[in-house]
């Protein structure tokens, strides 16, 4: 992790794979779950603890090596997810 970036990292869970996170009982709300078990993807809780939240690959690690936000990252991703509909 960037030293510029430990603050906004501070804001993710650990990181588990797909198969972990399944076994705590998250529950995809609008995709189904990646084929690849062994993904590994962090958790982020952007308005706080019990509001919306989102489990983020390596890509989003790339966005925000370009820019070290949070919310830009985010804002990226879902973006993307958008047009890709």
């Given at each position: 992790?960037?030293?510029?970036?430990?603050?906004v990292?501070?804001r993710?869970?650990?990181?588990?794979?797909?198969?972990e996170?399944?076994?705590?009982?998250?529950?995809?709300l609008?995709?189904?779950?990646?084929?690849?078990?062994?993904?590994?993807?962090?958790?982020?809780?952007?308005?706080?603890?019990?509001?919306?939240?989102?489990?983020?690959?390596?890509?989003?690690?790339?966005?925000?090596?370009y820019n070290c936000?949070?919310?830009y990252?985010l804002?990226?991703?879902?973006l993307?997810d958008?047009?890709?509909?």
């Open positions: 992790v960037a030293p510029r970036c430990q603050k990292y501070a993710h869970s650990e990181w588990k794979t797909m198969a996170w399944r076994a705590l009982g998250l529950v995809p609008t995709r189904s779950w990646p084929a690849d078990n062994d993904m590994l993807a962090t958790l982020l809780e952007p308005d706080g603890p019990g509001r919306t939240a989102y489990l983020l690959t390596g890509n989003y690690r790339v966005i925000l090596d936000s949070n919310f990252a804002s990226v991703g879902l993307a958008a047009v890709s509909q």
